[in-house]
């Protein structure tokens, strides 16, 4: 057991509550940015004077040192310790003696977490933005191959109107640039640097709080020493937009798994991305889609488990606040490999035009198309859709689509027909004729392909 406290105490603590109390099995992933937070506290404790420059050259070597040990292999981070923090520093007096004492001078282990916590997920938040980023790319690439890829569009799952691929793949990219919106917030208004609220209280060392901040890339300073150890709403604002990402992850993952199956057949998932059966060997599972779709609990969970943690909490910092970690970790990288998992499946499915276009053609797709053209010819929009609905049974009876049907069965149900009708509601001019901002027509389409380019370009 090595900590950083007993001063005060007469007994050992009891394995069992060490083992409960201590951090090191996950909050050794921040390592690196422990040592980055203790870098930037020493380089301005010497600014300020209270470290001399021989001993802040002392403390950087020696952490160097640590760290090139760990990432080489050579030093191994041990339950041994009860933190991070405590391996850092014990490590740190193991290799240059008493100077590596003075590194804690004026800070607290709760101004500490809360740095590393916030360089972590300010990090994870930039990870986060590449691989959305990268999803974008892949769907617009997708959109502008596919601006006359036809398709049943639909609503209640029901095949509603004609719409193009494009057009679909382009409702994905509003809402991950969304997506990355919320990330960039998120990142913008966290970005205030908590190092030198100490325990809650600030410290009577002379601390230049602002000049830490700007080695540690940070706006400024915090402004509540209070706040700073006890918030933790920039996780919670991060889990819901992980939560978020996962929800349409999952919608789309959804879609997928509809397309892919053999009913639909609009899609085919490379076999790649695709897995069999232990027993039917004629099966080629979507597992990537449905773990994707599967994992989106778990990031659901980890906003409502945090959002209960924190609910009850006095000020300041309290032990609960640990529980921060785990979860959060655990939600990053989940998002992290959906997204990535995702892009690799999407941009290597195949996508079966001739059974998306056949469909739209044999589900009435074009009903609201026919009853625009009886508007057109002078009947009331009511009555039209009663026409329409009379066609549609008439092609039920039959089996047949409207396109299939004769001018005389048209004229049969209404005189006002003409052979222009054909034109009229072929699955082409449904689409194309749509052109208000943010419909399928190609033309519509390829300018707001054209826009997503250039938004890639810029952010
Ligand atoms: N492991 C702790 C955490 O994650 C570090 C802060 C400990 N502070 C304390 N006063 N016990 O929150």
């Not at 009903?367 to 049974?393: E, M, Q, S, W």
Request: charged residues 25%.
């Amino acid at each position: 057991m090595a900590q950083l406290w007993g001063g005060r105490f007469t007994k050992e603590t009891d394995q069992l509550v060490y083992n409960f109390n201590a951090s090191i099995s996950f909050d050794q992933k921040f390592f690196h940015q422990d040592v980055k937070g203790s870098k930037a506290h020493v380089t301005m404790l010497a600014k300020q004077g209270i470290l001399t420059e021989a001993e802040r050259d002392e403390i950087i070597g020696g952490l160097d040192s640590i760290v090139a040990d760990v990432d080489e292999g050579k030093l191994e981070i041990t339950s041994e310790y009860e933190d991070i923090h405590s391996f850092v520093e014990a490590n740190l007096i193991e290799r240059i003696g008493d100077t590596g004492k003075k590194l804690h001078t004026g800070r607290s282990r709760n101004d500490q977490v809360a740095l590393d916590m916030k360089l972590y997920v300010r990090d994870e938040v930039e990870e986060l933005d590449h691989l959305v980023k990268q999803l974008l790319t892949t769907l617009n690439g997708i959109m502008e191959e596919n601006l006359h890829t036809y398709m049943p569009g639909f609503t209640h799952l029901q095949k509603a109107q004609p719409i193009t691929l494009a057009h679909h793949m382009g409702a994905y990219f509003e809402m991950f640039k969304r997506d990355r919106s919320r990330l960039f917030d998120i990142r913008s208004r966290m970005n205030l640097c908590p190092l030198g609220s100490g325990a809650l209280a600030g410290t009577t060392y002379p601390l230049d709080r602002a000049y830490s901040a700007r080695l540690l890339e940070f706006d400024g300073p915090t402004l509540n020493s209070m706040d700073s150890v006890a918030d933790r709403d920039y996780v919670i604002e991060l889990l819901s937009a992980l939560s978020t990402i996962m929800m349409h992850l999952s919608r789309f993952s959804e879609e997928i798994i509809i397309w892919n199956s053999n009913e639909y057949g609009f899609v085919e998932i490379d076999d790649s991305y695709s897995t069999g059966s232990s027993i039917m060997p004629q099966k080629k599972n979507p597992d990537i889609a449905e773990l994707v779709r599967g994992k989106t609990g778990r990031v659901y969970g980890a906003l409502m488990s945090l959002l209960t943690t924190m609910k009850g909490l006095p000020l300041a910092y309290n032990k609960d606040m640990q529980e921060d970690k785990e979860l959060t970790f655990d939600a990053i990288d989940t998002v992290k490999g959906c997204l990535a998992l995702f892009d690799g499946m999407l941009s290597t499915m195949k996508f079966r035009k001739d059974v998306m276009e056949d469909s739209a053609k044999h589900g009435f797709t074009n009903a609201t198309d026919a009853a625009d053209y009886l508007v057109n010819h002078g009947v009331p929009f009511r009555d039209a859709h009663g026409i329409v609905g009379k066609l549609v049974l008439y092609c039920l009876e039959k089996k047949i689509a409207l396109d299939d049907m004769t001018l005389e069965e048209y004229k049969k149900i209404s005189p006002v027909f003409e052979e222009d009708i054909y034109q009229a509601i072929r699955i082409r001019t449904c689409v194309e004729k749509r052109m208000t901002l943010g419909a399928p027509g190609a033309e519509m389409m390829a300018q707001i392909v054209e826009e997503n380019k250039k938004y890639l370009e810029e952010k």
